[in-house]
């Protein structure tokens, strides 16, 4: 079982939709959870981050976490053909003295005007 | 401009060539990292540096070889290149292993003949 899953899509959206993207993980221990967005031959970029189970909103885009389920979200409200790009979750814990960062698989999105 | 910067940005060559990927950061980061991407698999962790001359595996180190000299380089090299290892790569930097954001450089296109 991998340790963290992402559906990787594709997810083809009108503009103006809701979008949801999902990860789920297995390892309790992770305490750190974050949002990259990927753009076309560019590197992954932190949209959001976060640390404790709860939302965390940014404009259009919130995150949402549920340390009981192990589950974490990323919506983005009023989508937008710039939103077009891969999604990655990651997850991170402090870990043999140092730290464990792992990436989801990355949903990729395309938001069709 | 805080960045990271990564050399070449294509290279096709031949298996058993050797040779180095170059990565280089501004922000006087302590933690460097090496990822493979690859369709459906996302984003693999092949090396890490805690500081300077501490490295550790990631997830997927066979066939990769990393030194940190120095605090600002990170170069993978790849000793004798297979066709598998043919893949997209990024260098990435942060503050620490999880709770800050990972800065990515523009990654490498590698193809192995």
């Known amino acids: 079982q991998k340790e963290v899953e992402q559906d990787p899509g594709p997810l083809s959206v009108p503009e103006g939709a809701i979008v949801s993207l999902n990860c789920t993980y297995s390892n309790s221990a992770f305490q750190y959870f974050m949002w990259y967005r990927q753009y076309s031959r560019k590197g992954p970029e932190l949209l959001m981050y976060t640390y404790s189970s709860g939302n965390k909103e940014d404009g259009r885009f919130t995150a949402q976490v549920d340390k009981s389920s192990k589950y974490i979200s990323l919506f983005i409200r009023d989508s937008q053909p710039s939103d077009s790009a891969t999604y990655l979750c990651?997850?991170?814990?402090?870990?043999?003295?140092?730290?464990?960062?792992?990436f989801g698989q990355g949903t990729e999105l395309s938001v069709k005007p | 401009e805080a960045q990271v910067t990564q050399n070449p940005r294509y290279l096709i060559t031949v298996t058993g060539k050797k040779l180095t990927v170059t990565c280089s950061q501004n922000?006087?980061?302590?933690?460097m990292s090496w990822y493979r991407q690859d369709p459906g698999l996302g984003l693999r962790q092949i090396y890490y540096?805690?500081?300077?001359?501490?490295?550790d595996k990631g997830d997927v180190p066979e066939g990769y070889k990393v030194s940190r000299k120095e605090k600002r380089n990170f170069p993978l090299i790849l000793e004798s290149p297979s066709p598998n290892q043919t893949s997209l790569y990024f260098c990435?930097?942060?503050?620490?292993?999880?709770?800050?954001?990972?800065?990515f450089g523009p990654g490498t296109r590698l193809t192995v003949l």
């Open positions: 990435a930097s942060s503050l620490s292993a999880t709770r800050d954001e990972q800065f």
């Open positions: 922000m006087n980061h302590e933690y």
């Open positions: 540096s805690m500081n300077v001359e501490v490295t």
């Open positions: 990651a997850l991170s814990m402090i870990y043999n003295q140092g730290g464990k960062l792992i």
